[in-house]
Nanobody
Framework: QVQLVESGGGLVQAGGSLRLSCVASVRTFRSEAMGWFRQAPGKERELVAAIKWTVGSRYYADSVKGRFTISGDNAKNTVYLEMNSLKPEDTAVYYC?????????????????????WGQGTQVTVSS
């Protein structure tokens, strides 16, 4: 069974930076796309950023455009989320997710139910 393992969360002051990492437990695991979701207390889980490996296309939520960058290497089963200029409203549990059978041609998947594997989450707390 494939597991996605996130790391890199923590406590940071507003304006600071964090880099989240996600790696699949099976070396031969390959996906069509990967994404980072987040869920704040009392809120729905939302897509923050996603990448479709074959074309390199990326999606960013409006709230993080210009501040967050998704990158990674499908051959190494890793995806990263570089987060800069962090704000208190970025505080949430961040989840890595992988879609292994996405058939979209260009844009990465945006719906939660399109993703097949999920990590356990890593807490990001931004203090004001």
């Amino acid at each position: 069974q494939v597991q996605l393992v996130e790391s890199g969360g923590g406590l940071v002051q507003a304006g600071g930076s964090l880099r989240l990492s996600c790696v699949a437990s099976v070396r031969t695991f390959r996906s069509e796309a990967m994404g980072w979701f987040r869920q704040a207390p009392g809120k729905e889980r939302e897509l923050v950023a996603a990448i479709k490996w074959t074309v390199g296309s990326r999606y960013y939520a409006d709230s993080v455009k210009g501040r967050f960058t998704i990158s990674g290497d499908n051959a190494k089963n890793t995806v990263y989320l570089e987060m800069n200029s962090l704000k208190p409203e970025d505080t949430a549990v961040y989840y890595c997710a992988a879609d292994v059978d996405y058939s979209g041609v260009y844009y990465p998947p945006e719906r939660r139910d399109e993703y097949d594997y999920w990590g356990q989450g890593t807490q990001v707390t931004v203090s004001s």
